[in-house]
């Protein structure tokens, strides 16, 4: 750990998270990368990443200029050499968000704000599980290629995927709803305590992540969005024979 950090871009310039990231494929594994460890310098990032030492630096100068990254400096341990810069995640999207059981606003402006921010967390949440699950494709091709010599098979599953738990589907209904959104409160709250207790092996971290989606709701908005969609059109075509009959 290096002490005495003074930060050295600590911008107020914070663009949208997804559009930032998604310039380059590169940014996202240096973002997973810092997630993890939270700081480290150039060096270490390269050891993480197949690209040289120049293009990690070049990208992680340019995602500091978006306000991605803020950057710090360590105090000077040998004479005559300057201390490496250090990378972090910048704060402002670190932040923990729970959803609060007050009733929303009837402020329309705050509501409006309210809703945006929802937009914007929920797309940032799409891609970032996306792109975490994009990680299993060459695991997975790997695995496929070694089943021919089953020891090399088994000692790749050993390592990565008995980590992965088969996930779980449940369905539940509205009646439900409330009784389910406790014991996951109760829950989250005992992962975080479990999380937060000691100090993290990166070098044996894994990620853990679960959602919930009103599915019934979903298949239901998609058959209502088509049929606008086909009325919109019909009443195009209307539209057009109209003019064309009238002229």
Known sequence: MINHMIAKNTKNYVGEWNQLIAKHKLRFDIWAILELHNELNVTQITHYIEHSKSTVARHLKLMEKDGLLISMTGEQTIKGRIPPKIYKINPKFKKKRFKSDEPLTEDPEKLQEFFKREIKNYRNLIYNITQLLDYLDPLLDLFQEQLGDIKKAKNTYDKYLSYIDEPVFLYFDKKRAQKLMDLRTEYVFKLYKLAMEEELDTDEAFVYFDMSLPLAALFEL???????????????KS?????????
């Open 239 to 247: 539209e057009t024979l109209i003019k064309e009959v009238e002229f």
């Open 222 to 236: 998609k058959r209502k969005l088509k049929r606008a969609r086909i009325n919109e059109q019909l009443a195009i």
